[in-house]
């Protein structure tokens, strides 16, 4: 069974600071898809990244980066010098391949971010 | 804009009711899942269509069912409603039947008083 965890319930962090929300993710799949998606207070759920378990190459998307490690089935993601308009309620995903054919999400619990200014 | 549109925006219904919810998923996509969202269970993943056939079933309750159209529209149906059925559904689609990023509309939020 797939399972994502993330640790942290709620974060809150002064206006520039940086903060890194943990994921860590339960497969037995070797190919697999984790994402990101943010839900601000308006409700609607975003997406933010894909990575698939071939490339563990970290990203970086402007003041977004993402450090995925195999090693430690993590996803972690960092937010440099936050925004008030960070605040949110960010996921992390797993998404499996094999299997059904399905493709469906398993999602974390979420972290809610507050930058407060 | 994520391309998905889900009507109504919101629902206040009474306990026992029936509703249905409606979604358009993005242009070409052939996939279509239903999330429910509450605050006890976090994201959960109810029903996945591809291209009109069922695909998929995650926690779904026999008193909620879906379908989707021809024209890739997809409808859920809950019936009996109950308090506990309150919650943001979303519905969120992909194009063909792979790992590709789903994109989800803005929910229905659903209240049973």
């Known amino acids: 069974a797939q399972k994502v965890t993330q640790a942290q319930t709620e974060i809150s962090v002064v206006e520039k600071e940086d903060v890194t929300l943990d994921c860590v993710y339960e497969t037995r799949d070797t190919t697999y898809y984790l994402f990101w998606y943010k839900q601000p207070p308006s409700g609607e759920l975003v997406f933010l990244i894909r990575?698939?378990?071939?490339?563990?190459q970290n990203e970086i998307s402007g003041r977004y980066s993402w450090n995925f490690q195999k090693s430690t089935s993590s996803f972690n993601f960092t937010i440099t010098a936050s925004q008030v308009v960070d605040s949110a309620v960010y996921f992390c995903?797993?998404?499996?391949?094999?299997?059904?054919?399905?493709?469906?999400?398993?999602f974390g619990k979420g972290t809610k971010l507050s930058v407060i200014p | 804009d994520s391309g998905v549109t889900q009507t109504p925006k919101h629902l206040i219904t009474a306990t026992g009711q029936r509703v249905t919810l409606r979604c358009s998923p993005r242009s070409g996509d052939l996939s279509v899942y239903w999330y429910q969202q509450s605050l006890d269970q976090g994201l959960q993943f109810l029903i996945q269509?591809?291209?009109?056939?069922?695909?998929a079933k995650g926690n779904i309750l026999e008193r909620f069912s879906a379908q989707q159209f021809p024209d890739l529209h997809s409808e859920l149906n809950l019936s009996s409603l109950e308090l506990g059925d309150s919650a943001l559904y979303f519905c969120a689609s992909s194009d063909r039947d792979r790992p590709s990023p789903l994109h989800f509309g803005n929910g229905t939020r659903l209240t049973v008083t």
């Open positions: 995903a797993l998404r499996q391949v094999s299997g059904a054919g399905s493709y469906q999400l398993t």
């Open positions: 269509y591809y291209n009109g056939e069922e695909r």
């Open positions: 990575r698939n378990s071939f490339d563990e």
